[in-house]
């Protein structure tokens, strides 16, 4: 299947109204990119949200980003140092009262260095599309509604045997984009409060993230999967 017509099917059958987005790391940044201008606040979610806002493609990196999320997601930048990563958590303290002080907040990035491995290679830049638009994504981002993501959660176990991790906590980047690029299996979140307001999510929305590969695996059976997901309980009598 083309990316438009995967994009049509989850359109056609899920009711996804945004479109997908995809993200490919390179390790050398092309030449016939255009690189995205300036630094974008806070970071690669708003990136996304200028992505579904205008159809932009463009390549980023860490000199085009104030929160280093993304691109440490990526490899792109290494993780910030001690001291660096204090002033980064000073600073979101003080934009959206994360946390009640600074100890609890380093506390849950020690949780998190537990549950979302590392990114061990060093790559050049990130690529950032509307997935219809971009040849062979690492990542293909989705954003829909719970309902919609239980069946596409259906569609993959249908077809895998196996369940999609979700996490729930402050960040989007962690969740959708450094997990399922290092592991290579989904993930979902309802992420933050930086991520939902700059990519431009709605209350009834969350985000899944496939690796390329994982999508391919499965969407065809999306149909059929829905329609038995939407039957469900017919006929049945205790």
């Given at each position: 299947m083309t990316n438009q017509e995967i994009c049509e099917m989850m359109r056609s059958v899920l009711g996804v109204k945004k479109e997908p987005v995809g993200l490919k790391v390179w390790k050398k940044a092309?030449?016939?990119?255009?690189?995205?201008?300036?630094?974008?606040?806070?970071?690669?979610?708003?990136?996304?949200?200028?992505?579904?806002?205008?159809?932009?493609?463009?390549?980023?990196?860490?000199?085009?980003?104030?929160?280093?999320?993304?691109?440490?997601?990526?490899?792109?930048?290494?993780?910030?140092?001690?001291?660096?990563?204090?002033?980064?958590?000073?600073?979101?303290?003080?934009?959206?009262?994360?946390?009640?002080?600074?100890?609890?907040?380093?506390?849950?990035?020690?949780?998190?260095?537990?549950?979302?491995?590392?990114?061990?290679?060093?790559?050049?830049?990130?690529?950032?599309?509307?997935?219809?638009?971009i040849k062979e994504p690492d990542l293909v981002l989705v954003f829909l509604t719970p309902g919609a993501a239980d069946i596409l959660n259906r569609a993959y176990s249908y077809v895998t045997g196996k369940p999609i991790q979700g996490f729930g906590g402050n960040g989007g980047c962690p969740f959708v984009i450094q997990y399922p690029y290092v592991t290579k299996h989904p993930s979902f979140t309802y992420s933050d409060i930086s991520w939902r307001k700059f990519v431009g999510l709605t209350d009834d929305e969350l985000t899944i993230s496939f690796p390329l590969q994982s999508l391919l695996q499965f969407i065809e059976s999306l149909p059929s999967v829905a329609e038995n997901y939407r039957k469900f309980g017919e006929g049945m009598q205790l």
């Amino acid at each position: 299947m083309t990316n438009q017509e995967i994009c049509e099917m989850m359109r056609s059958v899920l009711g996804v109204k945004k479109e997908p987005v995809g993200l490919k790391v390179w390790k050398k940044a092309p030449e016939n990119i255009r690189w995205y201008e300036g630094k974008a606040f806070p970071g690669m979610c708003a990136q996304i949200g200028e992505v579904l806002a205008n159809g932009d493609t463009f390549l980023t990196d860490l000199k085009n980003q104030l929160c280093t999320g993304g691109v440490v997601a990526t490899g792109v930048a290494r993780q910030p140092s001690a001291k660096a990563r204090q002033k980064i958590a000073e600073m979101h303290l003080e934009m959206t009262k994360d946390y009640k002080d600074l100890n609890t907040a380093f506390c849950y990035e020690e949780e998190m260095g537990t549950k979302i491995p590392p990114v061990e290679e060093k790559n050049a830049a990130v690529q950032l599309s509307l997935f219809r638009e971009i040849k062979e994504p690492d990542l293909v981002l989705v954003f829909l509604t719970p309902g919609a993501a239980d069946i596409l959660n259906r569609a993959y176990s249908y077809v895998t045997g196996k369940p999609i991790q979700g996490f729930g906590g402050n960040g989007g980047c962690p969740f959708v984009i450094q997990y399922p690029y290092v592991t290579k299996h989904p993930s979902f979140t309802y992420s933050d409060i930086s991520w939902r307001k700059f990519v431009g999510l709605t209350d009834d929305e969350l985000t899944i993230s496939f690796p390329l590969q994982s999508l391919l695996q499965f969407i065809e059976s999306l149909p059929s999967v829905a329609e038995n997901y939407r039957k469900f309980g017919e006929g049945m009598q205790l």
